[in-house]
């Protein structure tokens, strides 16, 4: 008899295994029901977030150790993806300074999907100047394009993580906040926002009992669409030496580090721009796929 079917098993053990297997199935189940788009893009996704999660465990080397000896190596058994121009192993830089990119991408996309969401359901709700002010303001920060809001920005105030964070976050919350006013208005005119005003409930409960939650998902979906279009905000800003600043590093920085030597070790500049594509990519992906299923239910209903 094996060991394992001799170990007694008590019933509660058994019934948190079968709810979790029941789980599990019902899981990958509604998984495969997907977009192909929404199965493709979390599969990438969720694989970059492992990978970045578990980077000070299985990173082969320090990001900052330098070996002049190694300057511009290629791929090898030792690196995987070739040395820098100061002896840096590069798969070790490209995961740590994906563990930056993508955390003030993902910062920067919350911080302005809640101001923006906020923002653009007091608007619909409010109306009058408030609602003028909102959608003027939502129109001359749109028509200007954000990298050169957070050029301006940073510039004037300096650079560093917070500067860095409120300058995306300055320049991020009009789309969420149309969005989210447009929602509003629809949701306004049901007649369950009615009975809440009969029984004399107050605009700030209503927004957020009512107005927000109903919104969520096509917000959700936004919020995935507008990730890949931070972390390439992100990147340029470093690219530009406005970003992470030495000795920290991420893929932007990478870029900036790497184009002298582009022709030489093309593998320099390869490495952290498919990072960056890949990421946005399946994130974008995934908001692509959560949209065309909202406007199929759209379409049913």
Known sequence: MALSSSLP??????????RLARWTATS???FSGRH????????????????LLLTPWIAPFDPAHQDLTRRLAGPSAQHWLGTDQLGRDVLSRL???G?????????????????????????ARRGGLLDEVVM?????????????VALFLIASFGTGYGMLIAALTIVGWTPFARLMRGLALEINSREYIDA??????????IVFRHVIPNA?????????????HKLITVGGLSYLGLGVQPPDSDWGAMLLDAQPYMQRVPLLVLAPGAAIFLTALSVTLIGHGMELKRERRTDAS
């Open 95 to 97: 995961m740590y300074g």
């Open 9 to 18: 098993r008590s019933p509660v053990a058994r019934t948190v295994t079968r």
């Open 36 to 51: 192909w788009t929404l199965r493709a893009g979390a599969l990438v996704l969720a694989l970059a977030l492992v990978t």
């Open 196 to 205: 809440a005003e009969a029984l004399g409930c107050s605009k700030t409960f």
């Open 136 to 148: 003027r303001t939502t129109d001359l920060l749109i028509a200007i394009p954000d990298v050169v």
């Open 216 to 228: 969520l998902r096509p917000m959700l979906s936004l919020g995935f669409l507008r990730f890949g």
């Open 28 to 30: 990958l189940r509604a």
């Open 99 to 123: 563990r930056f990119s993508v955390s003030i991408a993902a910062v920067t996309l919350l911080l302005s999907a809640v101001a923006g969401t906020v923002i653009g359901a007091f608007s």
